[in-house]
């Protein structure tokens, strides 16, 4: 993987996993992991998945676009923690995406006996 990198990009992994740390400002490319893509500790960067990668995990990092394949990348699950403005962008076929957000605030209270935590929205 890839630790403290400013300014740059990396491309054409692929194997079982792939680690960047503390990287801001990047550009990052992977081509096809068998496991996962593990983020952490970063600030803007932006990711692209060209064919497969099971789990994205994303911690303690603020700003990051994720594009993943529509064709190939419906299955990736993201987890996230202490992150912020992370979005996921899900690529067509003719190269245009639709852009979703991570959700970032979550509403706990008290529900039949037990604390239940829910998505907090905001609607204005």
Do not use: H, M, R
């Amino acid at each position: 993987g890839l630790y403290a990198v400013v300014a740059t990009q990396s491309s054409g992994s692929s194997g079982i996993n792939a680690e960047y740390g503390g990287c801001k400002k990047c550009g990052i490319i992977v081509d096809s992991l068998v496991a996962s893509l593990d983020i952490v500790n970063s600030t803007s960067l932006k990711l692209q998945v060209n064919d497969k990668a099971p789990i994205v995990n994303i911690d303690k990092t603020d700003g990051c676009q994720v594009f993943v394949q529509k064709a190939t990348g419906l299955d990736t699950e993201f987890v996230t923690a202490k992150s912020s403005e992370v979005n996921i962008c899900l690529v067509e076929e003719n190269g245009e995406y639709n852009e979703s957000f991570v959700a970032e605030q979550f509403l706990t209270k008290y529900v039949d006996g037990k604390f239940v935590t829910e998505l907090y929205e905001v609607v204005g």
